[in-house]
Nanobody
Framework: QVQPVESGGGSVQAGGSLRLSCSAPGYTSSTTCMGWFRQAPGKEREGVAT????????NYVDSVRGRFTISQDNTKKTVYLQMNSLKPEDTAMYYC???????????????????WGQGTQVTVSS
């Protein structure tokens, strides 16, 4: 499988918005789960949001629910993470990951993922 490739990171002031993109052309099955994760310096990696291709169901960590939106574009084989009302505590390296041949109820932020991108940095200043 081809590794997912993230883009769209950058620096923004608190309250601003960014949209991350994850190109995943090798992942098209309806049993694919795509996820966004983040890791801040000195902290453990945490799941941010997931989306299940078969039906589009989503799952979010509590700290981003209502501010972040994960979506998919099947034509472009791309997954997006729209991040609004950004806070300094959202500063982290953000990773896209794929879980293949899985069930919808296994597509959650705490699940194990198989393929990982290299990450894109998001920095939010106060």
């Amino acid at each position: 499988q081809v590794q997912p490739v993230e883009s769209g990171g950058g620096s923004v002031q608190a309250g601003g918005s960014l949209r991350l993109s994850c190109s995943a052309p090798g992942y098209t099955s309806s049993t694919t789960c795509m996820g966004w994760f983040r890791q801040a310096p000195g902290k453990e990696r945490e799941g941010v949001a997931t989306i299940y291709y078969g039906g589009g169901s989503t799952n979010y960590v509590d700290s981003v629910r209502g501010r972040f939106t994960i979506s998919q574009d099947n034509t472009k084989k791309t997954v997006y993470l729209q991040m609004n009302s950004l806070k300094p505590e959202d500063t982290a390296m953000y990773y896209c990951a794929a879980q293949l041949y899985t069930l919808q109820n296994h597509c959650r932020v705490g699940s194990q993922f198989d393929y990982w991108g290299q990450g894109t940095q998001v920095t939010v200043s106060s």
